[in-house]
Each structure stands twice: as structure tokens, then as C-alpha cells.
């Protein structure tokens, strides 16, 4: 049973830059949602994606977009990069929304100089 | 809104000891879910344990326990038997039971199992 996987493990940009993360959720899943994980500190919700639309979303800026697939595999977009964007970049699946526990996968660590 | 508080930045428990790590929240519902979850250094969250708050019973897996006590909004995990595997660092998490709402963290406790 395929776990969630996420690309990059690493990236490295520079201020401005834009970022494309992207995420492949647990079999048999159909929701995903982002965490932005700052050291030291817990997962931050970003927003979630279900049926290829943003359903909820957190209190981050909208140079943090997204999208979800019809294979359910999303992408985590974030533009004009701030030296605070770096963080581990967590992605999450669940059944149906929320109302599953949901699982992560291994983060993307995204550092910004 | 709601909040978690982790009130221990780090703990540690010498291998095969019991150690219980802390966590406190905040909210105005009355059906929720709880959760630990377990991050060692390779940095993917792994799900320890989960509660139903409408459950009196305390969840169990294992060598992972859970005491909840509803009222006073305390939630805190007992690792029986601990192993040097147990190392990492552990976050409970709060959910709304009702509605699309996602996880709330705490901010971690850092467990350190010595040898």
C-alpha cells in the first residue's frame, strides 16, 4: 500500500524565485492538504484541495496557490519566495475532506537564501 | 479558535522507563478528535494515537496510552517501555469533529531515550 510521497526532499532558492512542491496521496485517498512547517515549531495548515478545488484554506498569503489533479497528486505553488517561506513543507491525505485521520508524507525541506 | 499547548520542549527517559508527555487545549466544543503524533528525524509525521472526545475509554496501541480527561482539557501520552526507536519529536494535534476543519498542532515536545 503506497504511502504518501512528496518532490523534492530538498530545494534550495533564492529570494523571488518561484516554487513548484508536489504530492502523490496515500492509495485510496482523495484529499490533500499542506502544512508549512517552521523550525522549532509545529505544522501550519495552508489549504486543502478536494474534487481539483481549494476547499479550505489557512492564513497564508496568495502567493501560496495550489492545485490537485484528477489523479488526485497535487502541487504546492509558492511565488516571489521570502527568506521566511523557508520551512519543511509537509503534505497530508485523507478520506473524503477531513473526516479521516489524516497521513503525511515525508515533507520537502525548502530553504531560501 | 482553537489552541494546543505543549507545555515540555524536551523530555527524556532511559531506555525500557515510562514517560509521560504533556499536552493541554483549548476549546469551546464538545466533539472533537485528539491525536499524537510521532516525527523522528527523517520528518514524516506518523500517527501514534487518536481519541475520540464523545469515547470515555482512554486509547491505547501498544505500548502508547493516552490519558484524557475532558474536563479539564488534558491529553497527555504514556510510552511504556521506552526504546531507543522512540526518539523523535512528538506533536499533539487537535480536530473539530463537526464540519471541514483541519489539524491543530502544539508546538512538540523533544524526547530523547538514553541508552
Known amino acids: 500500500d503506497a504511502g504518501v510521497t512528496q518532490s523534492p526532499t530538498h530545494l534550495i532558492k533564492t529570494r523571488g524565485q518561484q516554487v513548484t512542491l508536489r504530492c502523490s496521496p496515500k492509495?485510496?485517498?482523495?484529499?490533500v492538504s499542506w502544512y508549512q512547517q517552521a523550525l522549532g515549531q509545529g505544522p501550519q495548515f495552508i489549504f486543502q484541495?478536494?474534487?481539483?478545488?481549494?476547499?479550505q484554506r489557512g492564513n497564508f498569503p496568495d502567493r501560496f496557490s495550489g492545485h490537485q489533479y484528477p489523479n488526485y497528486s497535487s502541487e504546492l505553488n509558492v511565488n516571489a519566495l521570502l527568506l521566511g517561506d523557508s520551512a519543511l513543507y509537509l503534505c497530508a491525505s485523507s478520506l473524503v475532506l477531513f473526516t479521516d485521520t489524516q497521513y503525511f508524507g515525508p515533507g520537502t525541506r525548502l530553504t531560501v537564501l | 479558535a482553537q489552541t494546543v499547548t505543549q507545555s515540555q520542549p524536551e523530555m527524556s527517559v532511559q531506555e525500557a522507563e515510562t514517560v509521560t508527555l504533556s499536552c493541554t487545549y483549548d476549546?469551546?466544543?464538545?466533539?472533537?478528535?485528539l491525536f499524537w503524533y510521532k516525527q523522528p528525524p527523517s520528518r514524516q509525521m506518523i500517527l501514534v494515537i487518536r481519541?475520540?472526545?464523545?469515547?470515555?475509554q482512554n486509547a491505547t496501541e501498544n505500548r502508547f496510552s493516552v490519558n484524557f480527561q475532558k474536563a479539564a482539557k488534558s491529553f497527555s501520552l504514556k510510552i511504556s517501555d521506552s526504546q531507543l526507536g522512540d526518539a523523535a519529536m512528538y506533536f499533539c494535534?487537535?480536530?473539530?469533529?463537526?464540519?471541514?476543519?483541519?489539524?491543530?498542532f502544539g508546538k512538540g515536545t523533544r524526547l530523547s531515550v538514553i541508552a
Open positions: 494535534a487537535y480536530r473539530s469533529f463537526s464540519g471541514n476543519t483541519p489539524l491543530v
Open positions: 492509495s485510496g485517498h482523495d484529499t
Open positions: 484541495y478536494y474534487e481539483e478545488e481549494e476547499r
Open positions: 476549546t469551546s466544543e464538545s466533539d472533537y478528535y
Open positions: 481519541q475520540e472526545a464523545y469515547k470515555q
